[in-house]
């Protein structure tokens, strides 16, 4: 597991995969940088906590607001129950960790995307 600095000196645990995330996790997770995440929290456009001097953000939330952005989410969602088998009149999945392994399927499945510089 990476271990990120922190401004005392100390250290905090780098992960994606815990419930609760730092700024910088939450930052790796959606491949922004920190000042990005931080001003998206400030304005409120992303679902975000402020503890003190530091930001708390749930993996949930997050995964939550970039699936209720994304372009052709019910489509997608769809899709992704074509493929398992399912039809397409079934439901959704209603859980957060069933949502999250939908999107995972779906962004591992996707063509990586280059930026032109």
């Not at 400030?42 to 970039?66: M, N, Q, T």
């Amino acid at each position: 597991m990476k271990r990120a600095r922190s401004g005392a000196g100390g250290s905090e645990p780098l992960t994606t995969d815990a419930p609760v995330l730092s700024l910088r996790a939450a930052a790796g997770l959606l491949g922004l940088h920190e000042n990005t995440v931080r001003a998206l929290a400030v304005e409120g456009s992303l679902p975000a906590c402020k503890i003190g001097r530091s930001w708390r953000f749930l993996r949930a939330d997050l995964i939550s607001c970039i699936r209720s952005g994304y372009r052709g989410a019910q489509a997608a969602s769809t899709y992704a129950a074509v493929l398992k088998g399912e039809g397409a009149g079934s439901e959704r999945p209603s859980s957060a960790e069933a949502a999250e392994r939908e999107l995972d399927q779906l962004l591992s499945s996707a063509p990586a995307r280059r930026r032109g510089r």
